[in-house]
């Protein structure tokens, strides 16, 4: 095994995830067939390549749209890592990102908490292996 390729994300709508992800977050589309069921395998991934794909999953029954926004408890699930915190906090708020806190820096990196268009919590970050050396 080499690595996680996509995580599933419970939507309410396709389209709409598609927007924000592509839009607020500056996602790509990787791929969006339609299944025999009705349903579509949709993919949406950073812009640049390597890391993890979601894939957004439009909740089918009751327990599945329960769930849609609140998929880990109320906590921080999803971490996007950026090399460049500034521009990237500026252009998602400037999109109408929520963010729910100020950006803070700490031991490990610059990160502000935001919520996805359906409440769950991500962290955008930039490690500190990235941020610019503040004892220089």
Same mark, same amino acid.
């Given at each position: 095994?080499?690595?996680? *390729?996509l995580?599933?994300?419970?939507?309410?709508?396709y +389209?709409e995830?598609v927007? =924000?992800y592509t $839009?607020a977050?500056?996602?790509?589309?990787? !791929? +969006? #067939?339609?299944r025999?069921?009705?349903s579509?395998?949709?993919?949406v !991934?950073?812009?640049?390549p390597?890391g993890?794909?979601?894939?957004?999953?439009?909740a089918? $029954?009751?327990?599945q749209? *329960?769930?849609? $926004?609140d &998929?880990?408890? $109320?906590?921080?699930? =999803?971490f996007?890592? #950026?090399?460049? =915190?500034?521009?990237d906090?500026a252009?998602?708020t400037?999109a109408?990102?929520? =963010?729910? !806190?100020e950006?803070?820096?700490?031991p490990?990196?610059?990160? *502000?908490?935001? &919520?996805?268009l359906?409440?769950?919590?991500?962290?955008?970050? &930039?490690?500190?292996?990235?941020?610019?050396?503040?004892t *220089?």
């Amino acid at each position: 095994m080499s690595r996680i *390729a996509l995580v599933a994300l419970l939507v309410d709508d396709y +389209d709409e995830a598609v927007r =924000f992800y592509t $839009g607020a977050l500056g996602f790509r589309l990787a !791929e +969006d #067939t339609p299944r025999p069921d009705g349903s579509r395998w949709v993919v949406v !991934e950073p812009a640049r390549p390597g890391g993890t794909a979601l894939l957004l999953a439009r909740a089918k $029954g009751a327990d599945q749209r *329960a769930r849609v $926004g609140d &998929q880990t408890g $109320g906590r921080v699930g =999803f971490f996007l890592h #950026t090399d460049d =915190f500034a521009r990237d906090h500026a252009r998602m708020t400037a999109a109408g990102v929520t =963010f729910l !806190e100020e950006p803070r820096h700490e031991p490990y990196g610059s990160v *502000a908490v935001f &919520q996805d268009l359906y409440g769950n919590r991500w962290d955008l970050l &930039q490690p500190r292996s990235t941020t610019e050396d503040t004892t *220089a």
